[in-house]
Structure formats: structure tokens, C-alpha cells
């Protein structure tokens, strides 16, 4: 490469003949071969590169996978994003063929930007347009992975209740032909008038009964095993199955004597048959309903949560928002966090861009969480102040180090390992609170606890037509 070769670059335009042979002096030439990583995301970014032949894959990490946000190609500068900063790399670079490249140190760029206006304004030009690219690439990547994020976890937390009721359901079946044989037992026994009437307000009664109060897993233990040992002493087959089923409904040796009194050991073996079977087929049918209530409770979430088929701006309680994003995320939760809300009741609606409104607060909560490893204490707070609501979200986590606090909301600045995060989350957040709301967001930390504060005004601004 020659001299004439920088001075035809719109980075170099400016500098004199003598700068030029300067720079050149200062800088040397490298060859890579195809499929070599020239720069690794997380390295220091100690020099910048302009490619001289070759093309070079421009990569970032999001999640599990890498995401391509930019190709470079002959006489494109590859680094000075990083070099600018004093920072380490925000991204991979990987040559797609064998290349040559003219790199320039630390050193040799600042005397280039101190040498050169034009050239500065040439660096500034690249560097904005790079940070357009890289973000609008980033954000679609990062919406993408949110959602197979948020789409695994519903399918775990859906899965679970349908399981259920799939399982109920096919018992059901079962039991229900056991019951009508009990039943037909029953009718055959030649039962006093007295006994028969007790039986029908049996009958009647089993819908409406509701288990005992709460009972310590000891206590309920004892209480089953001394009706499984009745229904055994009475002849009744498959006791060890009727007897939770039994204590389910509010059933104990008591009552069961009760209602077999005067029976003999053939009318009492069939009736306790009979019971254990009725009070099976309503403990299937109330699991069924609380399976089917959990999958409704989940879909009524979601709906609510996206704001489907409705207006972008609402009129938000900020409550049901943030409950309906703690169930979004209770796959996350579950394996070891836990939530306490402080909440104050006193909250107005606001009006507010409520999909976005939800968005902050999956980033938040997402963040808290992964602060702590999964295992921790998450505080959500709320309160009023005059015409302001203020929602803060606290974790137990390690803390964010006080020298980086200053930068969390700034585009592609994470705290996370390389790969980790994209640097996004935050300030996606921060500019729908800031830009679109007109309110504030803020962070305190310290180790062991740290609070993202947001402040949310009750009217949004006046919004052109």
C-alpha cells in the first residue's frame, strides 16, 4: 500500500502530504487468513484497522447466538468506535476471505483528530452512522429473542396446567364408571327408608363440600392414613387411593362412621366404596377447573400484557401491568425468587403507551433477576406523589460498581459477560420513560440492594394529531 492510497480516503482527505507520511511511518500492515477473528467482542480496543482487500464479517453477541450487523470491505475503518472510548470492543470482526489491513495505533489516531478537522468530522460521520446500523440490528435481534424468551416460557407455564387437566380428564373417565358401579351396589343393598335418605343428601351435599381447613402436611398425613385404616376395616377396596380423595372433601373417621351406622359389613364395604368414588370424581373435576383457571389466568395476561386490538395509549393501571409481567416471567421467578409488593392502593390510572409501559418493566424485572442468579429477593414498590406515580423495582443482587452507575442507560453499555446482553435493554427503557412518557428513570445501588426508581406523569404531554 501507498501513501496515495490513505490521501484517496475520505478519512484522510484533509491531512498534508507531510501528516500522511507520518501516519504511514506509524502504521503497519497485516495480513489475516479467511475465517481468522481480527477483533474479539469484550478485547481492548487498543488500535483501529482500514481494510485494504479482503471483506470482514462485523458481528455481535445477543443471547446464544451472534447476530451480523455490518460487512466491511476495502478502504472501510474497522475499530475506531472502541479506540474513540477508551473501551473494549462492542463487537466481533471475522475475515470472510484471506485480507490485508493498515493498522493504526492509539498514538497515531490521536495525532490524526488533532492534526485534522476534516478527519474528525470524516471519524464522526462513520461512528453515528455505524451506531444507527448497529442499534436498528440489534434492537429487531433483541425483540426476536424477547420473544422466544417470553413464547418458552408461557409454553412451560401453559404446559403445566394443560398437563393437569389432560391427566384429571383421562381419569374421569375411570372413575366415573367405578362410581356408577358403586352406586349400583348401593341401590341393590336393601337399605333401611332412613339409610336411603341419608344417602341422597349425601349425594346432594358432595358438590358443595370444601376440604377442612388448613391442615400442616403432618397433620394431614395422620388424617388420611386414619381413613385410609377405616375404609380398610370396612371392607373397601383400593382404600390407600379413596382416602385423599376423602380428606380432600372434608371427610374424616367421624363422619364416615356416621354414615354407615347400622349398616352391615357388605352395605357398609359398598357405601364407603360408593363415597370414596363420589368425592374422586369431584377432587377431578376441581382440578380441572383450577387447570383450566390457570391457562385462562395466563391468556388473560398475555392479552392484557400486549394490549391486542386496543389503542397505543391507555388509560394503565400500573398494578395490573406489573402483575400481568410477573406472570409473563414466573417460569424466570420460580426457580428461586422472591417477590414481595408494596403497593399503594391509592394508585390512579395513568395514561401511558401501555405494550411499551410493560416493556420497561420486563427489562427491569429481567435485569433483577439475572443480577441475582435466579435466586434472591425482588421488591416492587409503588406510590403517589401529587401528580406523579412512581414505581420502584429493587433486586438483592451484587450492586452495579459506582464508577459505571453514570453509563447504564447509554446504548450497548452492559454489565454482562460478552455475548450476555446487548446493551439495549436499558437504554430501550430509558427512552421509552424519558421520550415517550416525559418521565424519569434513575438507578441507586449499592451491594446488596439495588432500586430502579421510575417516575411516570398521571397525563402524558400533549401529543401531536
Do not use: C
Not at 135 to 146: D, G, N, V
Not at 215 to 243: K, M, P
Not at 257 to 271: C, F, R, V
Amino acid at each position: 500500500m501507498s501513501v496515495s492510497f490513505l490521501a484517496d480516503l475520505p478519512l484522510f482527505a484533509g491531512l498534508s502530504p507531510e501528516d500522511l507520511d507520518q501516519l504511514y511511518a506509524m502504521a503497519e500492515t497485516v495480513e489475516i487468513k479467511a475465517g481468522e477473528v481480527l477483533i474479539e467482542e469484550g478485547s481492548p480496543g487498543d488500535t483501529l484497522y482500514i481494510v485494504l482487500s479482503g471483506n470482514f464479517e462485523v458481528s455481535k453477541r445477543s443471547g446464544d447466538r451472534d447476530v451480523a450487523i455490518a460487512a466491511s470491505g476495502p478502504g472501510e475503518i474497522i475499530g475506531e468506535m472502541s479506540l474513540l472510548e477508551q473501551s473494549a470492543r462492542t463487537a466481533s470482526v471475522r475475515a470472510l476471505e484471506d485480507s490485508r489491513l493498515f493498522k493504526i495505533s492509539r498514538a497515531a489516531f490521536e495525532q490524526l483528530l488533532l492534526r485534522s478537522p476534516q478527519a474528525a468530522l470524516a471519524v464522526l460521520h462513520t461512528v453515528m452512522g455505524r451506531l444507527r446500523n448497529t442499534e436498528l440490528m440489534l434492537r429487531q435481534s433483541e425483540k426476536m429473542a424477547a420473544l422466544g424468551t417470553l413464547s418458552a416460557g408461557l409454553a412451560h407455564e401453559l404446559n403445566n396446567p394443560a398437563a393437569a387437566v389432560r391427566r384429571s380428564a383421562g381419569q374421569l373417565r375411570e372413575v366415573i364408571a367405578h362410581w356408577q358401579k358403586t352406586t349400583a351396589r348401593v341401590s341393590a343393598a336393601e337399605l333401611a327408608p332412613a339409610q336411603i335418605a341419608r344417602i341422597n343428601d349425601l349425594r346432594e351435599g358432595l358438590p358443595m363440600r370444601t376440604g377442612p381447613a388448613q391442615l400442616t402436611t403432618l397433620a394431614r398425613n395422620d388424617l388420611e392414613t386414619a381413613v385410609q385404616e377405616y375404609l380398610e376395616d370396612g371392607g373397601a377396596e383400593e382404600s390407600w387411593e379413596l382416602a385423599p380423595a376423602l380428606v380432600g372433601l372434608g371427610f374424616d373417621v367421624a363422619e364416615l362412621g356416621h354414615i354407615t351406622e347400622g349398616l352391615n359389613a357388605e352395605q357398609k364395604a359398598a357405601l364407603l366404596e360408593w363415597v370414596g368414588a363420589g368425592s374422586m370424581v369431584y377432587t377431578l373435576l376441581d382440578e380441572v377447573k383450577q387447570g383450566a383457571g390457570r391457562i385462562s389466568e395466563i391468556v388473560k395476561a398475555v392479552k392484557q400484557y400486549s394490549y391486542l386490538d386496543q389503542a397505543p395509549v391507555q388509560l394503565v393501571d400500573v398494578h395490573e401491568g406489573l402483575d400481568n409481567t410477573l406472570i409473563i416471567m414466573k417460569h424466570k421467578l420460580k426457580q428461586g425468587v422472591t417477590v414481595h409488593k408494596d403497593y399503594d392502593v391509592t394508585l390512579p390510572r395513568i395514561e401511558a403507551y401501555a405494550s411499551e409501559l410493560n416493556q420497561v418493566w420486563t427489562n427491569l424485572i429481567d435485569n433483577a433477576v439475572d443480577a441475582m442468579g435466579g435466586q434472591g429477593e425482588l421488591t416492587i414498590r409503588t406510590r403517589l406523589m401529587d401528580d406523579r406515580v412512581q414505581v420502584q423495582i429493587t433486586d438483592s443482587g451484587p450492586g452495579i460498581p459506582t464508577d459505571v452507575q453514570s453509563r447504564i442507560f447509554d446504548a450497548f453499555f452492559t454489565t454482562k459477560e460478552p455475548g450476555v446482553g446487548t446493551g439495549l435493554g436499558l437504554h430501550i427503557s430509558y427512552n421509552i420513560i424519558t421520550q415517550k412518557h416525559a418521565g424519569d428513570i434513575r438507578v441507586e445501588s449499592k451491594p446488596g440492594e439495588t432500586t430502579f426508581i421510575v417516575t411516570l406523569p398521571r397525563t402524558l404531554p400533549m401529543r401531536k394529531a
